[in-house]
C-alpha cells in the first residue's frame, strides 16, 4: 500500500479507537472486529508508525480485558 493510504489508514484506525473509548458502552466484538484489523495491517511498522501501531494495539487489548466491556445485545 503506498505510504500516504498507509498514513491515512493508521490515522482512521486511531480515531476509530478514539471514538469507541469515549463511547459510554463497550461493545466487545467492535474491539475484536478491531484488533483484526490490526492484525492484518500491512503497511511499515517501523519507527513512528510501528510506535503508533503498538499504542492502538495496546489500547484495544486493554478495553478487551475490562471487565466492563461485554458482548453487544
Known sequence: MP???CTNSLMELSFA???MLG???CDRGDYV???NILDAYDCSKRGD?????S???EKVNA???DKQC???G
Open 3 to 5: 505510504s500516504n493510504q
Open 17 to 19: 479507537v478514539g471514538n
Open 23 to 25: 463511547s459510554e458502552s
Open 33 to 35: 472486529q478491531l484488533g
Open 49 to 53: 508508525a510501528g510506535k503508533k501501531l
Open 55 to 57: 499504542q492502538i494495539k
Open 63 to 65: 478495553a478487551l480485558t
Open 70 to 72: 461485554t458482548a453487544a
